[in-house]
T-cell receptor, first 111, second 112 residues
Framework: EDQVTQSPEALRLQEGESSSLNCSYT??????LFWYRQDPGKGPEFLFT???AGEEKEKERLKATLTKKESFLHITAPKPEDSATYLC????????????FGAGTQVVVTP | DAGVTQSPTHLIKTRGQQVTLRCSPK?????VSWYQQALGQGPQFIFQ???????QRGNFPDRFSGHQFPNYSSELNVNALLLGDSALYLC???????????FGQGTRLTVV
């Protein structure tokens, strides 16, 4: 069965203090790995899709990378507005659209 | 360009009642998926609709059912509500099942 594990569960950062979030996954065949940002009480906001090991994508202070077993979301010089829960999800080649999510990492960035 | 819209935003129901949640997909999208998110957890896949048919289903009982209309909008129905059905219900749309999924703001369902 496909499985996604995110660590740490929570992360408290000072503004400007860079860090990384981890997403470990097991899947029969990977179609894509997705990163979402979720603010309290709202729906997830799409950030990135990664399709193959070695791929990297960047958006402002966020950079996502992918290996055959895990993905990292690097937050460089975070600002308070980066505070959110970051969700990782995998889509298997035989699932046609179903996303298997991890529990998320709650990030709090203090001024 | 309107994104994914869900209604209502909040709902309170009594145990045993039935509820219907609605979703309009992002313009140009033809596939709608529904997820249940309990507090502090990641979204759990309920089912997915494409061409007005249920394409895939997660591990949810038959009390959860759905429908997709010709304009691609969708409904999620839950019968015989249990206290444990209290959650944020999310709708996601995509083009086919292989592109990025975009989520609505969710419907917060509280069962009392």
């Amino acid at each position: 069965e496909d499985q996604v594990t995110q660590s740490p569960e929570a992360l408290r950062l000072q503004e400007g203090e860079s860090s990384s979030l981890n997403c470990s996954y097991t899947v029969s065949g990977l179609r894509g790995l997705f990163w979402y940002r979720q603010d309290p009480g709202k729906g997830p906001e799409f950030l990135f899709t990664l399709y193959s090991a070695g791929e990297e994508k960047e958006k402002e202070r966020l950079k996502a990378t992918l290996t055959k077993k895990e993905s990292f979301l690097h937050i460089t010089a975070p600002k308070p507005e980066d505070s959110a829960t970051y969700l990782c999800a995998v889509q298997a080649t035989d699932s046609w659209g179903k996303l298997q999510f991890g529990a998320g990492t709650q990030v709090v960035v203090t001024p | 360009d309107a994104g994914v819209t869900q209604s209502p935003t909040h709902l309170i129901k009594t145990r045993g009642q039935q509820v219907t949640l609605r979703c309009s997909p992002k313009s140009g999208h033809d596939t709608v998926s529904w997820y249940q998110q309990a507090l502090g957890q990641g979204p759990q896949f309920i089912f997915q609709y494409y061409e007005e048919e249920e394409r895939q289903r997660g591990n949810f009982p038959d009390r959860f059912s759905g429908h997709q209309f010709p304009n691609y909008s969708s409904e999620l129905n839950v019968n015989a509500l249990l206290l444990g059905d209290s959650a944020l219900y999310l709708c996601a749309s995509s083009l086919g099942g292989t592109t990025e999924a975009f989520f609505g703001q969710g419907t917060r369902l509280t069962v009392v």
